[in-house]
């Protein structure tokens, strides 16, 4: 079989071909490396060897890998009951989740429904948009990534595999998404130009729009941060015109950026907000948020069956409660603040490096041919990629040529240095 990557171990070579005979070929995977267990930073192969992880399980691992606290959570619910059925039952645990989780977001913020994932998360949304205004058009970027579900997908225009053969769509309507590095002379210019084509969007259907959804910094599209002034005028624009902002904290919110929902580096507002991976600890785990007045739907007019899974609950309280505890958010800025400055070092000695953005630990680094042309050099990401991982580096991509950076929260100044000291040995060997 054709590996990625390195050659792995033995057992590793084992258990990929299983894989291969039963696994759906629609997944993605970086490496032929075959987890067998992490705890903190650090994940080990099958085989025994060790990565520090800079992936974080895909942003899920916010407290850490087999974070203890979140363990004894769910050790001691397990004795209690694994699920009630909280769609057709009542049960304090998820309520107290909802309590918990309530605090750390704005006051208007006082309704949750609970689901499994970020898609699930998405599409209740979306949903729950068009039920509160009675109108069926969406808002969403270019390069977003929303998820998979076909509500959530009609959203998403990250790649266009991940749309390939599934049309027609819900009525969502594509718009560019503020990329200073791409688009515009300057983040100003680049504010107008892509409000400027949203304006034109909400005219095209403006008594009609239900819901703008946003990435306050996109994820799969390529790590971008877009200027603090677009996501002001987004606001504007939702306020202007009666639409809800709904804003994706899928991949951004639980302290990613340094603060809980990444829309509060732009001090902005959304009505509603959709949160999943980390909030769970590493059990599956989503959450979409608004107030009562906008979560007016009926009984029977959205549900599931796992929602509210009192596992997932027992694993999301601890996983709130330690990141109140340890700070996380403002490790998250401090290591993200150290790191950045390295990055952008390392940005200036190198030619391939075009681009280095983020805010907190949500941080990215655009490969190009050159700095002049900025053209997306695929080939010598996935070569960095490669290398990382056989010194030891667990790193993902995303966007066309990014490399994503965003390791548990619980990082250190020490391993976040040893990573870049590995990234940056990588960028070397590629460029050379």
């Known amino acids: ?27 993605t995977r970086e490496y032929s490396f075959v987890f067998s267990r992490a ?35 769910v050790k001691k619910q397990i004795e209690k009951g694994v699920h009630c059925g909280f769609s057709d039952f009542y049960a304090e645990l998820p309520v107290e989740f909802v309590e918990q989780l309530l605090a750390f977001l704005p006051k208007s913020m006082d309704k949750a429904f609970l689901s499994n994932s970020g898609t699930e998360a998405i599409e209740a949304g979306y949903k729950l948009a068009r039920w509160h205004t009675k109108k069926k058009y969406t808002i969403a970027f270019e ?16 790649r266009p595999v991940q749309r390939e053969r599934y049309s027609p769509f819900l009525p969502v309507m594509h718009t560019p998404y503020a990329n200073p590095y791409r688009i515009g002379k300057s983040s100003g210019d680049c504010t107008n130009i ?11 259907k403006k008594r009609d ?20 002034s677009f996501v002001k005028g987004v606001r504007k624009l939702c306020d202007e015109n009666n639409i ?22 732009f001090n902005v507002k959304p009505d509603i907000v959709c949160l999943s991976k980390a909030i769970g600890g590493g059990v599956p785990l989503g959450a979409t ?14 549900a599931n069956t796992f929602g509210g899974n009192l596992l997932a609950c027992a694993a999301g309280i601890a996983t709130l409660k330690y990141m109140r505890k340890k700070k996380l958010g403002e490790n998250a800025a401090k290591i993200g603040k150290h790191m950045m400055k390295r990055l952008n070092e390392i940005k200036d000695k190198y ?39 056989e010194k030891g580096l667990i790193l993902l991509p995303a966007g066309r040529s990014t490399i994503r950076i965003c390791p548990p929260l619980i990082i250190t100044k020490e391993q976040g240095d040893l990573g870049l000291d590995i990234l940056e040995d990588s960028i070397d060997q590629v460029s050379n």
Request: aromatic share 6%.
């Open 351 to 389: 030619e391939i490096v075009g681009d280095v953005r983020g805010l907190g630990l949500m941080i990215g680094v655009e490969i190009v041919k050159n700095k002049k042309t900025k053209n997306h050099a695929e080939l010598e990401r996935k070569e960095i990629l490669c290398a990382a991982e």
């Open 143 to 158: 390069g977003a990534f929303h998820g998979r579900t076909m509500g959530s997908l009609s959203m998403t225009k990250s």
């Open 244 to 265: 809800l902002l709904a804003a994706d904290e899928v991949q951004s919110g639980c302290y990613r950026t340094g603060k809980f929902l990444a829309m509060e580096n």
């Open 1 to 27: 079989m054709k590996f990625i990557c390195r050659a792995p171990g033995k057992k590793s070579i084992k258990i990929l071909e299983r894989d291969q005979k039963v696994i759906s070929p629609s997944i």
């Open 209 to 228: 729009i239900a819901s703008l959804f946003i990435e306050p910094v996109q994820g799969e599209g390529g790590y971008i941060v877009p200027p603090k």
């Open 289 to 302: 948020l608004a107030s009562e007045e906008i979560m007016d739907w009926v009984p029977g007019s959205h």
């Open 39 to 73: 705890k903190g930073c650090n994940v080990w192969d099958v085989d025994g060897r060790k990565y520090l992880d800079f992936a974080a399980a895909v942003a899920v691992a916010g407290v850490g890998h087999s974070n203890p606290e979140v363990i004894k959570a």
């Open 194 to 204: 892509c409000l400027d084509s949203l304006e034109k969007k909400i005219k095209s």
